[in-house]
């Protein structure tokens, strides 16, 4: 079985490791704190009217997307790749391909998940940062114009 990969400096070689052995995984949180995140995410996606257009390009109902999300983030990040078994051969460009993402909703996705990384408080700061600084390369790279 071929497995999709995250594109190369956008998975967990990206983000800096402090201590060997553990992975950005394990240094944000585990599952735990990814689902958290997750959920602050699509919170905030659906109360903050600054992440209107971003919102206005999901389906109604966020559920599915509120389990897929941390699944990802965990394989990517280098934990259990249980989303990449349950999504053989796909990687989030080409998913996200048909969609028209501008720069405006780039930025929007990843201030919202800036915002969730920190509002989840992970004890690692560093790798917080780091994650949030690569989602956000990740983000701004699908945007297909400015506006």
């Known amino acids: 079985m071929v497995r999709a990969r995250p594109p190369p400096d956008s998975g967990p070689s990206a983000l800096t490791t402090a201590e060997p052995g553990l992975s950005p ?4 949180g585990g599952l735990t ?5 997750t959920d602050r995410f699509y919170d ?3 109360q903050d009217p600054a992440y209107a257009a971003l919102r206005a390009m999901h389906a109604p109902d966020l559920a599915p997307m ?3 999300l941390p699944l990802f983030l965990a394989g990517w990040s280098g934990g259990p790749r249980d989303w990449w078994d349950a ?3 796909k990687c989030m460009m080409s998913m996200h391909a048909p969609f028209a993402i501008t720069g ?3 930025r929007q996705w990843a201030d919202a998940m800036r915002r969730a990384i920190a509002d989840a408080a992970p004890a690692d700061a560093e790798i917080a940062t780091a994650m949030s600084d ?3 390369r990740m983000a701004l790279g699908m ?3 400015e506006s």
């Open 33 to 37: 704190a990814l689902r958290r995140i």
């Open 134 to 136: 690569v989602l956000q």
């Open 66 to 68: 509120r389990e897929s």
């Open 44 to 46: 905030l996606m659906e």
């Open 87 to 89: 999504n053989p051969g």
């Open 143 to 145: 945007a297909k114009s």
């Open 104 to 106: 405006q909703t780039a």
């Open 25 to 28: 995984f394990d240094r944000i």
